[in-house]
């Protein structure tokens, strides 16, 4: 069984910053890569950034300068640093890994970003 949990989400003032962290535990084989994805109200669910097994990363330009994406693997953890944080980053987060090959992926429960006066 494979749990992905997030956490590190919370209300904060705009220009703020956040970090979401992201474990992944269980029976993985194989490499995988990590995403972060956000869904805010009434939106789809969007790719904010990626980080593949080698350590390669990519942005969504909405978030492009103010997010780092990070990752341990000896901790099987992501890390979303979130700076400059603007309301329209309002969401929640999801954490998603799957595998290089395609023959997995798996989701996280999400952690809400409240960015707020």
């Known amino acids: 069984q494979v749990q992905v949990v997030e956490s590190g989400g919370g209300l904060v003032h705009p220009g703020g910053s956040l970090r979401l962290s992201c474990v992944v535990s269980?029976?993985?084989?194989?490499?995988?890569?990590m995403d972060w994805y956000r869904q805010a109200p009434g939106n789809q669910r969007e790719l904010a950034a990626t980080?593949?097994?080698?350590?390669?990363?990519n942005y969504a330009d909405s978030v492009k300068g103010r997010f780092t994406i990070s990752r341990d693997n000896a901790r099987r953890t992501v890390y979303l640093q979130m700076n400059s944080l603007k309301p329209e980053d309002t969401a929640v987060y999801y954490c998603?890994?799957?595998?290089?090959?395609?023959?997995?992926?798996?989701w996280g429960q999400g952690t809400q970003v409240t960015v707020s006066s």
């Open positions: 998603h890994v799957r595998g290089t090959l395609g023959l997995f992926n798996y």
């Open positions: 980080i593949a097994s080698g350590g390669i990363t």
């Open positions: 269980g029976n993985i084989v194989g490499s995988y890569d």
